[in-house]
């Protein structure tokens, strides 16, 4: 659970405590209750906006001294509710505990693809694949030919996006923070070119290098000087899809970006989206990629942590650029 708010710094474990506390398990009489056994907790960088008091967005701030909320992977021990059984598998929003009551009727759906990991869910088949499904396909439109450049491109989202990218035809380029994920861009997740963006001392020169003809697309999870540095490389008419700026979230978000007028030099498109904007698509997306699981046309990165005591761990590998592909809980 949240110990304090953050300010206008990184999340710390000591952020967050680990409490034992002794449980009955039963179910009182609310009809959409559900009694889950949680087995896969998801660590999302948007929950850092939520460790801060301030925070007034689509999500209000996590409370103090509460268990931490998100997304997870989760069996049912007893149900009230109709549409959920005991020992379903269920996922969607639950608590950072080893038991949690959930409200049956809030976005919590039954697994319906059991040929996968279980921690599918959270990931490549959950949030974060569906972010990059949605986030590149429907905003970007992309069009085979065109080039590509994708930030973070070895986290949960961007390891997917880089191989829908190349699964259109488009030429595709990933920054990471460090040379092994570079490696891993390179050599297992088939982006074109990658490269180590804490090593490099003037962004803008290092992308006109990989994109001397400008960028079409760009798929935005750092936001800061990457975003200002493919601001100066795009082509004219590219898109920008605005997915996340981990880079902000400890600052609160408020750094600026200068050179914003080259949207119109550019005649160029910049969009922001949430997923929970695209749940009609979300079948559409589950079938597309299950099917391309299948074929083997889709290598899916998971770094798995042990234990609801390493959770808060596993959350600040986030800030720290620790993880590569989705960081899971497992519990
Ligand atoms: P990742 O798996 O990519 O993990 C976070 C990564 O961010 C780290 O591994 C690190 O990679 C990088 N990072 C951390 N701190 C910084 C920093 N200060 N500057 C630059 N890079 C940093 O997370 P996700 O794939 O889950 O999320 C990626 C982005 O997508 C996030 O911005 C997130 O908020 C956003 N998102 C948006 C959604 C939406 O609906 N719009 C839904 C889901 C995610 P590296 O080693 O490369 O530095």
Not at 120 to 149: D, N, R, W
Not at 211 to 235: H, S, T
């Amino acid at each position: 659970r949240l110990r304090r708010y953050l300010t206008n710094e990184q999340p710390a474990e000591s952020d967050m405590e680990v409490v034992t506390t002794k449980l009955t398990l039963c179910l009182t009489g609310d009809t959409q209750d559900v009694l889950v056994q949680n087995l896969y907790l998801s660590p999302d960088p948007y929950m850092c906006n939520r460790m801060r008091e301030t925070f007034d967005s689509y999500f209000p701030p996590f409370e103090l001294g509460k268990p931490i909320t998100g997304l997870g992977v989760s069996k049912v021990i007893l149900s009230n509710h109709p549409e959920f059984q005991v020992n379903d598998i269920i996922t969607g929003f639950t608590s950072w505990e080893t038991y949690s009551v959930i409200k049956g009727g809030l976005g919590i759906r039954n697994v319906s693809h059991f040929d996968v990991p279980p921690s599918y869910h959270i990931g490549i088949l959950g949030i974060t694949g569906f972010t990059a499904y949605a986030g590149f396909l429907q905003i970007c439109s992309p069009k085979k030919g065109e080039q590509v450049f994708v930030s973070t491109a070895a986290g949960a989202v961007g390891h997917v996006v880089g191989q829908l990218a190349k699964l259109t035809g488009c030429r595709v380029v990933g920054s990471a923070g460090s040379d092994e994920k570079v490696e891993l861009l390179k050599t297992k997740l088939g982006y074109d070119d990658a490269f180590n963006y804490k090593t490099q001392s003037d962004l803008k020169a290092t992308l006109k290098r990989y994109f001397p003809e400008g960028i079409d697309i760009y798929f935005e999870n750092v936001g800061g000087k990457m975003l200002e540095a493919a601001l100066d490389n795009l082509r004219v008419h590219a898109r920008i899809s605005l997915c996340g700026m981990i880079s902000q979230y400890a600052s609160g978000c408020g750094e600026g970006i200068p050179n914003l007028i080259q949207l119109i030099w550019k005649r160029a498109k910049m969009q922001g989206f949430l997923i929970g904007d695209y749940m009609h698509l979300q079948e559409e997306f589950i079938n597309y990629m299950v099917s391309h699981l299948k074929d083997n046309k889709i290598t899916v990165i998971e770094d798995v942590v042990d234990g609801l005591e390493n959770a808060p761990g596993a959350f600040v590998r986030l800030f720290q650029g620790k993880n590569s592909g989705k960081q899971v809980i497992r519990l």
